[in-house]
């Protein structure tokens, strides 16, 4: 819950691209009673990929002033060559649900790994 007594929800999205799979994170704020505040937004979009990105394990907190931090890994995969890699990921949204910090990889993780 959020200090203007909204709450956020968020969650990640299964979406088939016709050649790649992607877990995609989504959100939305709803007042008190349910009502929608900010009706259902994309945080990230992976329709551009060229190999299987599952953003999962989504954790959220709510700052003093109302931002909202979403933390999650990325996950991608390439059937191609058997090989993946994994990196940490994290937004802030303002009070609003507007993005106040995009999508930034935190670990810069560039080793794939196979096996």
């Known amino acids: 819950e959020a200090p203007n007594r909204n709450f956020v929800y968020a969650w990640a999205d299964y979406r088939w691209t016709g050649s790649v799979g992607a877990y995609e994170i989504e959100y939305a704020l709803l007042n008190q009673s349910g009502d929608t505040v900010r009706a259902v937004s994309k945080l990230t979009d992976h329709s ?19 931002r909202m931090g979403l933390l999650w890994y990325r996950y ?4 191609a060559s058997s090989a993946w890699n994994y990196n940490i990921y994290y937004a802030i949204l303002d009070a609003s649900g507007n993005v106040a910090v995009p999508p930034t990889n935190l670990t810069n993780n ?4 196979s096996g």
């Open 48 to 66: 551009g990929a060229t190999v299987d990105t599952y953003d999962e394990a989504l954790a959220t907190a709510i700052a003093p002033n109302g």
């Open 76 to 79: 991608l995969y390439d059937y």
């Open 110 to 113: 560039p080793y794939w790994g």
